[in-house]
């Protein structure tokens, strides 16, 4: 049925949630899985000394080591949950300022052939001021979503 399952995760419980899910899935369908952390895209903050110098706070190397060390916080105990249950498991760190497009984007580049995510289920204005990435996943996606509340 399917084969190997992609997982976004943001770190919080409910996305631990959802990896545990797809675990459990794989785990039944002897499927692989993918784990994406998505990190936002360096965007240069600069300022001005009082000579009329331009400054930037941080560069895009010093930017890009530590956002490595926040994904390896976020995926490494994913990948130990994964080798515990027995599940092959592909650790993906992204830098995206859209994730859904990442989330979308690794699943094609992984050849997975499901999506596991979890959702925050907010409804109404919630929802539409907020947006969700569960949403714009589950409106562009071209392969199946699972999702987890």
Request: aromatic residues 6%; proline residues 4%; contains cysteine.
């Amino acid at each position: 049925m399917y084969s190997k399952l992609l997982v976004p995760t943001d770190g919080s419980k409910l996305s631990v949630k959802a990896v545990v899910h797809a675990l459990g899935l794989a785990k039944a369908l002897q499927a692989k899985i993918a784990v994406l952390y998505a990190t936002p895209t360096f965007a240069p903050e600069s300022y001005f000394d009082g000579g009329g110098a331009l400054h930037e706070r941080m560069s895009k190397s010093e930017y890009e080591a530590i956002a490595a060390r926040a994904a390896e916080r976020v995926l490494k105990p994913l990948a130990d949950k994964a080798a515990a249950a027995k599940v092959e498991c592909t650790t993906l760190n992204v830098f995206s300022d859209a994730p859904w497009e990442a989330i979308i984007a690794a699943a094609g580049k992984q050849k997975c052939d499901a999506i596991v995510m979890a959702s925050h289920g907010r409804r109404a204005v919630s929802a539409l001021l907020l947006g969700s990435e569960t949403q714009k996943v589950l409106a562009h996606s071209k392969i199946p979503v699972v999702v987890v509340r």
